[in-house]
């Protein structure tokens, strides 16, 4: 097959839309990957997109619309809720998973009775939908199981002499697909995480949005295939939730933990690679740039299968917010190949934890030190290192920024009552400091918190209950779960 290279001129606009109408495939540019796109209601021209890009025919593809009104025509189905969705978010990166009119052939929704809708911002793409004069049912405009395509070049890396025409535009603004949203239910619930993040969705609507839980568990992936153990009954609702996704040709390992400890086991590693003569990249992005990181990773991905990568060694983001949407990307690539270099048993890592205190919580502090010397720690006192009246704001924020910068994995702050220094570690971003004054408080600060510093007061809790709260505080895991998606709102604000 012969593939056209178009530009975004009006002149090739109108004729890539010719092509779609005539029941041919266009590749072409969004602002979150490239597409590639045929009439979404000619079934034949949909099964061309599976044919082209060797994608699983139960995989649903996306509804591209240009016009908000166009919704109407894919589903009778228009609640508040999506309205509002629609007025906020649209155009932009996210897809709604609606009840799909019998106008949508059951090839464009995998089989399924719900169709998955979305307005794109890119000006390419709603010119192309418009000119065309047709709903566009797109993919990323890949081979199945490759990086998405972020730039033209990478389409005509995949789909030269597969495909009827690429559009090239710009590399695109976002970097990662589109957010997509059941709204099926009483309960909207993410499908696929994106750069509109569930947090942000939430404030849009004023009620909760939910991460659907698959995506918060490690699933269950067959060696041979790379894909979901068991799914012959599964029949997912959006693309991504089912099949591999992503993959390098290169092996690729993620590194988890606390920032620095991440970034040395990644350089020894990769010194240790390279000295046995393999070709190694890694990629290594800071808690504080998801945003940077989900438009370069696809592209880095990709840079690594030109070079001859052997070895991808790449450091994970904290799994919140836009960090949890690229994670989700990161994970698949990996095949879900993660080493944890955290605190827990065959780590290898002795935790740390730091301690401070004003005048009024020295005391404490003091009894406290002593009795975690019997446990196999290492403690890092912040100060104070007498009775001499301080500042409590001081000690508080030092612990904070210690706890949050990854130079010690947990902290304990003490004042006279815990209330004023454990504000203050609250007021750095990150930190989720608990006060606590019994076992209990302990235990469910930790299990339903996560909070990584504790707050005892010196003047109103006794040494004795202080150093058990402590050791109820250290012992007990985060449950995780909806906990997590309330702590991940925690460390958004």
Known sequence: METKILSTSEKDIKVAAEIIRSGGLVAF????????????????????????????????????????????????????????????????????VVPAKDIVPRVTTGGLDTVAVRMPSAEAARALISESGVPIAAPSANLSGHPSPTTAQHCIDDLMGRVDAIVCGEECQVGIESTVIDMTGDQPMILRPGILTAEKLSAILGKEVLPDPTLLKKPEISDKTGNVVNTDDFKPKSPGMKYKHYAPKAQMTIYRGEEKTVRQAIEAKARELRAQGKAVETIIYGNDEPERAAHEFFARLRDCD??????????????????????????????????????KEGSGRTMIIAIASDHGGYALKEKIKEHLATRELEILDLGTHSEESVDYPVYGKLCGETVASGKADLGIVCCGTGIGISIAANKVKGIRCGLCTSVEMAHLTKEHNNANILALGGRTTEPELACAIVDEWLDTEFAGGRHKRRTDMLDEM
Not at 67 to 86: F, I, N
Not at 322 to 335: L, Q
């Open 306 to 343: 030109k070079k001859g990568t052997d070895v991808i060694l790449a450091a994970a983001l904290q799994e919140s917010g836009v960090g949890f949407s690229v994670m989700n990307r990161m994970f698949k690539s990996a095949g879900y190949n993660i080493i944890d270099l955290d605190n």
């Open 29 to 96: 540019p969004t602002e979150t990957v490239y597409g590639l796109g045929a009439n979404a209601l000619d079934p034949e021209a949909v099964a061309k997109v599976y044919k082209a890009k060797g994608r699983p025919s139960d995989n649903p593809m996306i509804v591209h619309i240009s016009h908000k009104d166009d919704m109407r025509k894919l589903t009778e189905l228009m609640t508040r809720d999506m309205e509002c969705l629609m007025d906020n978010c649209w155009p932009g990166p996210l897809t709604m």
